[in-house]
């Protein structure tokens, strides 16, 4: 597995960064979902793979980031640059404000909560609540990706854009693995009372959470309206939070199998188009199937690494 | 700053209509071995679970080194220096054996929570210096060759230290162990007695509730004795064993089909 990883890992980020030039403009668009979608699984594996958190709204963070960068660009002409920071800051503190009153819950009421936050967030956005909004329509026609007088229209922009958002969520993730808040995380999911009772303070780490993983799906919302130019309701939908939710549990709270589930869930649809209403039929099997035949994920979790020091007599331990 | 004295002082605890303690006050000084025995549903646990802040007492006063520590959390009682294990051994079972111990550096570490995001050079070495501390209790507790092995795939009286460990990488002062030699066998039980002396040589309190009269009477310095929430003997293990009260409630129910 770790000769697997080391070899993997650099061939596909190799692959992803010359995709774009084989590809034609229609699988441009399919490859920049992936790497969007990506992103916002992996935001939310933070919250429910790493501290076993059932969030069930994550749409709402990836839509209010992305309704962020178009409100600012469309309503008050930032460009897109300029929404980044409060496309990842408000987010970030409506998850800090979302998730304080009730991250105490147990696994199956908070997971009815976050989804009644989803419900009310795609209510606001839809009733044009304040007037810039939208209503059901959205939002388009947002200006294209400029950087210091540099027009980046061009879809392979678009593209690089996005890839470096993943590159950057998946720098973060690892960070996070390899730090006391990270391992905090890991502690409160496996066993919340023994984590209180060795001192952690578990509240702060699961509002943390919450918090980082907004954040992230904010972000990767700011590239989806720059995809489309345009931002819609439908988008961030309570549906899309049960995909990214069943993404993370189907591919097993790791980096490959959240990216597996990713490709799964949004790339082979567009595959075999030709099937349509079959496909969804198929994958429902699929999904059920991967469940019961490995029902912690089709690549499992593994923990934060130890460093090596510590692993010196393992070859004759147990 | 006081001694490091714990003292409870007519610790009350109810459920509902059943008073799990009743009134109990005890005091345990720096540098003993304490016990604290009694039957079955005694109520043992439970003043454990009143002192680690898993339960608030609702009534009496539980004060370490002279400060109130009733009503607060678990984890500001083991940023006072206390820290337990439990009976059910509760691992985080899917970890490995370093990471579980290094769940005890937590409190110790300084590092803030960005530092989740982008590392720093002096969150780096920080870091490092906490696995060394994990390392040095891998080899108190005879567990290196299990570093890197999840703890809910090992024994059972191994499972038992790796907890020990993870409460003692915590540099606890006072340290509080349910029932540790349940489930041990003859050999596992000596080691573990071996293993509480170096403990308390290290400076550190311990305070134990037990099950095995043998080994309680072996190790501690100074006992209570529980039945239905209240005390019903204190004194040295000499003491206790010849107490009529203690050998009617406690020894002598083991001839009953007490519960």
């Not at chain 1, 939908?237 to 490959?256: E, H, K, R, T, Y």
């Not at chain 2, 006072?80 to 294990?85: D, E, L, S, W």
């Not at chain 2, 993870?166 to 990488?169: E, Q």
């Given at each position: 597995m ?15 960064a ?7 403009s229609r699988?441009?668009a399919v ?6 979608f990506?992103?916002v699984?992996l ?5 429910l793979?790493?501290?076993?958190m059932?969030n ?12 962020t960068?178009?409100i600012?660009?469309?309503e008050?002409?930032?460009s897109?640059i300029?929404t980044?920071?409060?496309a990842i800051?408000?987010?970030?503190v409506c998850?800090v ?25 795609v209510?606001v ?7 810039i ?10 200006d294209?990706?400029s950087f210091?007088g540099?027009d980046l229209?061009?879809?392979?922009s678009v593209?690089?854009f996005?890839?470096?958002v993943l590159?950057?969520t ?13 391992r905090a995380?890991?502690?409160l999911?496996?066993?919340q ?8 303070n578990t509240?702060?780490y699961?509002?943390?959470a919450f918090?980082?993983g907004a954040?992230?799906a ?13 931002v819609?309701?439908?988008a961030f ?20 199998g959240?990216?597996?589930?990713v490709?799964?869930?949004?790339v082979?649809?567009e595959i075999f ?5 079959w496909r969804?039929?198929i994958f429902?099997?699929?999904m059920i199937a991967a469940?019961i ?6 690549i499992p ?5 130890i ?8 070859n004759?331990g147990? | ?13 109810r ?12 005091k345990v000084?720096a540098?003993?071995?304490y016990?604290i ?7 043992k646990?439970?003043v ?5 802040g ?6 009496g006063s ?5 400060e109130e520590?009733r ?7 083991v ?7 439990f009976?059910t051994i509760?691992?985080f079972?899917?970890?490995s054996?370093a ?9 110790k570490s300084?590092q ?6 982008v590392?720093?050079p002096?969150s780096k070495?920080d870091?490092l210096a ?8 891998l080899?108190?507790?005879?567990l ?10 090992l024994?059972y009286?191994?499972?038992?230290r790796?907890e020990?460990a993870?409460?003692?990488?915590v540099d606890p002062?006072l340290?509080?162990?349910d029932e ?5 066998n003859?050999?596992?039980?000596m080691?573990l007695?071996q ?11 311990v305070?134990?509730i ?7 009477m072996?190790?501690t310095?100074y006992?209570?004795v529980i039945?239905f ?14 107490d009529p009260a203690?050998i009617e409630a ?5 001839d009953?089909?007490?519960?």
């Open positions: 770790k000769t697997i990883q080391r070899f993997a890992y650099p061939i596909f980020f190799a692959v992803m010359i995709l774009p030039h084989v590809l034609d699988w441009q490859a920049i979902t992936f790497l969007i990506a992103v699984a935001s939310q594996d933070i919250i793979g790493k501290s076993g059932f069930m709204g994550q749409a709402l963070f990836f839509g209010l980031g992305a309704y960068t178009a600012l660009n469309n008050y002409g930032w897109i300029a980044i920071p409060l800051l408000i987010p970030a998850g404000l979302l998730a304080g009153p009730i991250v105490h819950l147990r696994g199956d009421y908070l997971l009815v909560t976050t989804i009644g936050f989803n419900i009310v967030f209510q956005v839809q009733n044009n609540l304040g007037g909004t939208g209503g059901p329509n959205g939002i388009f026609g947002l294209s990706l210091y540099i229209t061009s879809q392979v593209y690089y996005a890839f470096a590159l950057l998946l720098g973060i993730m690892r960070n996070l693995a390899g730090s006391k808040a990270g995380m890991h502690y999911r496996e066993d009372l023994a984590a209180e009772s060795i001192g952690i509240r702060i699961k509002i943390f918090a980082l954040g992230i904010g972000l990767a919302g700011t590239v989806f309206a720059v995809q489309y130019s345009a819609s309701p439908e939908d309570f549906i899309q939070s049960v995909l990214f939710f069943s993404i993370v549990i189907v591919g097993g709270s790791s980096v490959p959240v990216l597996i589930g490709f799964v869930m949004f082979l649809p188009r030709e099937f349509a209403t969804f039929f429902g099997f699929a469940m035949l490995r029902p912690r994920g089709i979790a593994t923990f934060g690494k460093p090596k020091f510590l692993i010196k007599e393992n004759h147990a | 700053m006081a001694h490091n004295e714990l003292i409870l002082t007519d610790v009350t605890k459920f509902g209509g059943l008073t799990a303690v009743d009134a109990l006050s005890f000084s540098g003993q071995i016990g025995i009694g039957p079955n549903g005694a109520g646990t439970t454990f679970n009143c002192i680690t898993i339960y608030k007492s609702e009534q539980v004060k370490w080194r002279g520590i009503g607060l959390t678990p984890y500001q009682i940023d006072r220096g206390i820290v337990r294990t009976q509760r691992l079972s899917q970890m054996v990471e579980n111990v290094m769940s005890g550096r937590h409190i300084k803030k929570l960005w530092h989740g995001i590392h720093s002096w070495r870091e906490n696995w060394h501390k994990v390392e040095e209790q080899d108190f507790f005879n290196s060759e299990f570093a890197a092995i999840p703890t809910g795939s024994p009286g191994i499972q038992r790796v020990m993870r409460a003692m990488a002062t340290l509080i162990l540790p030699a349940a489930g041990l003859d050999k596992e039980t080691e007695l293993t509480i002396f170096k403990i308390r040589d290290k400076g550190v309190t305070l134990l037990e099950h095995d009269m043998d080994m309680v072996e190790v310095d006992l209570t039945n929430g209240k005390k019903i003997a204190e004194g040295t293990p000499e003491a206790i064993q010849k203690v406690y020894l002598g129910s083991e009953d089909d007490d519960e």
